[in-house]
């Protein structure tokens, strides 16, 4: 069994910051790709930003510039998202992701950020 726990989330003033964490437990490929989603009320889950275990990324140009992923070299499948700059358009629940042939989701965290 894989699990994700996710940490960080809350509510924050525009322009300010906020940092998700998320680590992975389990019986997990050497190889993956870590990252965060998010969903805002009525809208699709969409990709926030992703990193694979070589140092690989991928932003969704909306966050480029105001976002950072990072994962820990010393612990393993461990993932955070430094959030900067923040706008209310970025409210919405974030979600951890794990996936290499199988995909593993965590439970979601609330980022509420107010004009």
């Known amino acids: 069994q894989v699990q994700l726990v996710e940490s960080g989330g809350g509510l924050v003033q525009a322009g300010g910051s906020l940092r998700l964490s998320c680590a992975a437990s389990g019986n997990i490929f050497i190889r993956n790709v870590m990252g965060w989603y998010r969903q805002a009320p009525g809208k699709q889950r969409e990709l926030v930003a992703t990193?694979?275990?070589?140092?690989?990324?991928?932003y969704a140009d909306s966050v480029k510039g105001r976002f950072t992923i990072s994962r820990d070299n010393q612990r393993k499948n461990t993932v955070s998202l430094q959030m900067d700059a923040l706008k209310p358009e970025d409210t919405a629940v974030y979600y951890c992701?794990?996936?290499?042939?199988?995909?593993?989701w965590g439970q979601g965290t609330q980022v509420t950020v107010s004009s």
């Open positions: 990193m694979t275990t070589v140092g690989a990324t991928n």
């Open positions: 992701n794990l996936r290499w042939t199988n995909e593993y």
